[in-house]
């Protein structure tokens, strides 16, 4: 651990739930024993843009800032990024992929201005309530996989709808006067799961954490533009031959990687804290994946993956057969086109808790999404981040 509060809270959750870690495990004869393979893929889509850029202000205020943000938004492209994704799932075809930042962004023209006041706060925030559809990446990328004959089903009770939030935009002249009519823009974001249409599933859930990033935001007398930035999860019960999986897909808050004493990395800390009371303690294999915002390094002050490690998850790619590699998936230049890869750390992982009595075999992950072959046509990566495949194996007596 690397600070003793994040150490003591990890016990606690060890105590309070009753956990048993697995690192030591039994070894079977191959007599009466089965054999567990999956085979897992998670990928953050991308938005398109830099949406923290809101804060750095833009000389004719916040109306300019989000239309310049969705301007970068249409020249990342995903339709274009999705082409290339889905020919990374052609390549890999695992049996289920965990897709973080699957955004539907919509529009209302012209603006209508709709506020839903705090007068006790003395906060406000724009009622999100643009239906036009811009674009929705989900069936963007179902599209792309299904024009690979790639047959992959989104799991819907395991979709977790997220952050859902609404700002007007305008384009300026150089002398601040409106140069276009300002419009409403909307931005939803989700957690999705996506399962081979082969494979059974069951018992799909999907919850929000109850802690997220406040956001507050001066843009004009008397009230504060404030709201949260809702982050979730989804799980589903995944058959793959006789044997079945808990699958769950997540995607945490940034976290602060300079100081640790940063509320933004309370706010990880809680909801990682969260996600494990959620989904520990089922009686199958488990495997839990996403964008953590959090790295194995010990000078990263996040508190997440130390977290799930500390309460007995393995992280597989500490285990993957093959050359060394550092397993970086974490972070392209905001409009991809950066000639050589950017990716510095690695956040984006994939975790297993395991029965007892099981024996693990060697293991397979990779990095996909950081060569140049994965560009786009136009030389984009498909995302700021790369995607982790990992396949799990191991054995179990009977």
């Not at 697995?22 to 070894?27: C, G, H, K, M």
């Not at 099981?358 to 994965?374: F, H, K, T």
Request: a negative charge; proline letters at 6%; glycine letters at 6%.
């Amino acid at each position: 651990m690397k600070n003793q509060q994040l150490r003591q809270v990890s016990f606690l959750c060890i105590g309070v739930l009753g956990l048993c870690a697995t690192s030591a495990l039994a070894n079977p004869t191959e007599t009466g024993t089965n054999v567990y393979k999956l085979e897992v893929m998670t990928q953050n889509l991308y938005v398109g843009a830099d949406v923290f850029r809101v804060f750095d202000g833009a000389p004719c205020g916040p109306l300019q800032s989000i239309y310049q943000i969705h301007e970068t938004v249409q020249a990342t492209d995903f339709p274009e990024r999705a082409e290339a994704i889905a020919d990374a799932v052609m390549r890999q075809k695992p049996h289920v992929i965990g897709l973080q930042e699957v955004a539907l962004i919509r529009s209302q023209l012209p603006s209508d201005g709709a506020i839903v006041p705090d007068f006790q706060n003395g906060t406000f925030r724009f009622l999100p309530n643009a239906e036009d559809v811009v674009y929705d990446y989900l069936q963007i990328l179902l599209d792309a996989l299904a024009a690979r004959g790639l047959d992959y089903v989104v799991v819907d009770g395991a979709t977790s709808w997220n952050a859902d939030i609404e700002f007007p935009m305008a384009s300026f002249d150089e002398a601040c006067n409106l140069a276009s009519i300002p419009m409403d823009l909307r931005q939803t974001d989700r957690d999705v799961i996506l399962v081979r249409g082969d494979l059974p599933t069951a018992n799909a859930a999907n919850g929000n954490f109850s802690l997220n990033l406040p956001v507050e935001m001066n843009v004009g007398e008397p009230l504060l533009l404030a709201f949260e930035f809702t982050r979730g999860f989804g799980l589903v019960d995944v058959t793959v031959g006789k044997n079945t999986f808990r699958v769950v897909n997540t995607h945490l808050e940034v976290g602060d990687d300079t100081d640790p004493a940063s509320p933004i990395n309370l706010v990880q800390f809680v909801q990682a804290a969260e996600l494990i009371g959620a989904v520990t303690g089922a009686p199958l294999p488990l495997v839990v994946m996403g964008d953590f915002n959090s790295s194995p390094s010990v000078f990263d002050p996040r508190p997440a993956y130390d977290m799930m490690t500390e309460v007995g998850y393995t992280d597989l790619w500490n285990l993957r057969q093959g050359r060394p590699d550092q397993g970086f998936t974490c972070c392209q230049d905001e409009l991809l086109r950066n000639e050589d890869t950017a990716l510095f750390e690695r956040v984006d992982l994939v975790f297993a808790f395991l029965p007892p009595g099981a024996e693990l075999m060697p293991i397979q992950s990779r990095v996909v999404g950081d060569s140049d072959n994965d560009k786009t046509a136009s030389g984009m990566w498909p995302s700021d981040h790369a995607a982790v495949v990992s396949t799990l194996r191991f054995k179990r007596r009977r």
